[in-house]
């Protein structure tokens, strides 16, 4: 008889577990406390989105699980080459990501989230059960035992209880994850959780009104670039939505925020900082954006072990949960997924020492990403207007195209080298970072004998890193 397991949480990491899970002829049970969100009584995103750029890793973890699935589901991606930085006069300059023309991918958090809940309908051995909130786990030593509040479209029904047995859980339910709660009670675990001074809140830019051949006719600015408004300690981004729209995002301090206590007072934060931003929202909507949309808190989480013998584990944010400033939380979670399903294949489907070599394995990376997600914050909103820092990734490019796989940049191994581990990445560029510190002092020096001087110094460096 196959094993079953529980799968808690049917966001985008729970869906694709509960996939790898079912092909390897587990029977699967997803459950989620929300009710379908497929469903036009519950498709109210509540303006929280932050859409997402999916990059090599998510979709080498995704064809991983089903390559043909993974097209279909990817099927309303937009490239996106690199940013496009506006200043406040409304001047635009774009800074490719790539080497050789890579580009990460936008695409709808719910519309992606549908998607691959519709995949799963196809598998009879994964079985749906929304409007179920786990309230408990009882771990025995074969079984188990779930305890799941249920809901109706009216709220917690508090004598609706429910209770099922399973073999094993993944815990995919988030930073506040209950299957990580339950688990701390049964073992030693390491936690940490760090709030970040920093508020956001969803905008919208609407399709273009009139047709923008530039653009192919639907969108008002580039669908091609990651649009990032950098002002220091605050900042707008706004990535493109396949109907011509883009998902726009306010990043800041909190005190910032809670400053803007009035209609005048954000009509002339907007105006002086973001005036081209303002002609694409629309002043008025700016401004019922920041009165009325729910300003969300960004936090990170980090623990270890993440798993329970061979009882339980934790992936996605409820294992790492991190902030959005380098695009990999759903990459990052994605990856988790085949990495897992990488080591359960090596043992043979042995639990206990698949979950102990996950955690072994796994745990310098998920540190590693959230670290560099967290400094990333700095480099959209301040550095990127820097000409040192420009200056550096001038030269972090230059190396990359002329020696090739011998120096890799370090989005370059994030976003576009799945066969890179994270800690390994920044292990490499923690190395390249010095080579470039001594080569911008060379352009520096040389600068001021001229530009034969540069050429020259120039040269020079590279024929010895050659």
């Known amino acids: 008889m196959p094993e079953s397991v529980a799968v808690i949480g049917a966001g985008l990491v729970g869906c694709l577990a509960a996939v790898a899970l079912a092909k390897r002829n587990y029977d699967v049970t997803l459950f989620d406390y929300r009710h379908d969100p497929r469903l036009a009584s519950t498709s109210d995103r509540n303006l929280r989105s932050i859409n997402l750029a999916i990059s090599a890793r998510g979709i080498t973890a995704l064809q991983f699980v089903d390559r043909a699935m993974s097209e279909r589901v990817l099927r309303e991606i937009i490239p996106m080459r690199g940013r496009m930085i506006h200043d406040t006069l409304g001047h635009q300059e774009p800074q490719n990501y790539g080497l050789f023309g890579e580009c990460i991918n936008s695409i709808d958090r719910a519309v992606l989230n549908n998607s691959l809940l519709d995949e799963l309908e196809a598998y009879p051995n994964i079985k749906l059960q929304f409007g179920h909130k786990l309230a408990r786990i009882a771990f025995g030593a074969r079984h188990q035992t779930c305890e799941f509040t249920t809901t109706s479209a009216a709220g917690p029904q508090s004598d609706a209880r429910a209770r099922f047995d399973f073999d094993f859980v993944v815990g995919c339910d988030g930073a506040y994850s209950t299957t990580r709660s339950q688990m701390q009670r049964v073992i030693r675990m390491d936690y940490a959780q760090e709030y970040i001074d920093c508020c956001y809140i969803e905008l919208y830019i609407p399709p273009a009104k009139d047709v923008n051949p530039a653009y192919g006719g639907k969108f008002s600015i580039s669908p091609n670039h990651l649009h990032i408004w950098p002002r220091h300690n605050y900042m707008l981004i706004a990535l493109a939505n396949a109907d011509g729209s883009f998902t726009s995002t306010f990043f800041g301090p909190w005190s910032l925020v809670e400053s803007l206590d009035s209609t005048s007072k954000i009509e002339a934060f907007f105006v002086e900082n973001f005036p081209d931003a303002v002609d694409l929202i629309g002043l008025d909507e700016a401004v019922y954006a920041f009165e009325n949309h729910p300003k969300g808190a960004l936090m990170c989480v980090e623990c270890k072990p993440y798993h329970v013998a061979g009882k339980a584990i934790i ?26 399903m990488q080591i359960l294949d090596q043992n043979h489907g042995n639990r206990a020492r698949a979950f102990d070599e996950y955690t072994a394995q796994r745990h310098k990376d998920l540190v590693s990403i959230i670290e560099l997600a967290k400094n990333n914050y700095k480099e959209m909103s301040h550095k990127v207007t820097s000409k040192w820092f420009l200056l550096r990734k001038k030269l972090d490019t230059i190396l990359g195209r002329t020696l090739k796989d011998r120096w890799l940049p370090l989005y370059t191994m994030v976003s576009f080298r799945a066969d890179i581990p994270y800690h390994k990445a920044i292990e490499v560029e923690k190395r390249q970072k010095r080579i470039l510190v001594y080569l911008q002092a060379v352009v520096i020096l040389a600068t001021s004998v001229g530009g034969y001087g540069v050429f020259k110094a120039l040269r020079k460096a590279l024929r010895r890193l050659q």
């Open 315 to 340: 992936l996605g944010d409820a294992a790492h949960s991190m902030v959005p400033f380098y695009g990999q939380g759903m990459n990052c979670g994605f990856e988790d997924v085949r990495v897992l």
